[in-house]
Nanobody, 122 residues
Framework: QVQLVESGGGLVQAGGSLRLSCAAS????????AGWFRQAPGKEREFVAA????????YYVNSVKGRFTISRDNAKNTVYLQMNSLKPEDTGVYYC???????????????WGQGTQVTVSS
């Protein structure tokens, strides 16, 4: 079992930046792929980014490419999402996701955090 706890959300103006963190419990986290999903009001949860267990591969949804960067520090059991040039359409609850199954845009892995709110004002 892995527990995930997100932090770093908040209110920011368009064009600003935020850095989300996801702290994981458990010694197996370093072997898991990890990622971020988000859910905007009235919309379904969508894939944002994912990273391999050893940071060799990263994946992004097209709408955030060039603006968001996913990274991880396995020594700290933490995954990060650096978000730059934020837009109002980035507003939503951001969820950390990880587990033994690979993450794809249509198939998250097994464990979820509770989510952190990101609000981008215009």
């Amino acid at each position: 079992q892995v527990q995930l706890v997100e932090s770093g959300g908040g209110l920011v103006q368009a064009g600003g930046s935020l850095r989300l963190s996801c702290a994981a419990s458990g010694r197996t986290f370093s072997t898991y792929q990890a990622g971020w999903f988000r859910q905007a009001p009235g919309k379904e949860r969508e894939f944002v980014a994912a990273i391999g267990s050893r940071s060799r591969t990263t994946y992004y949804v097209n709408s955030v490419k060039g603006r968001f960067t996913i990274s991880r520090d396995n020594a700290k059991n933490t995954v990060y999402l650096q978000m730059n040039s934020l837009k109002p359409e980035d507003t939503g609850v951001y969820y950390c996701n990880a587990g033994p199954r690979g993450i794809t845009p249509n198939q998250p892995s097994d464990y979820w955090g509770q989510g952190t709110q990101v609000t981008v004002s215009s």
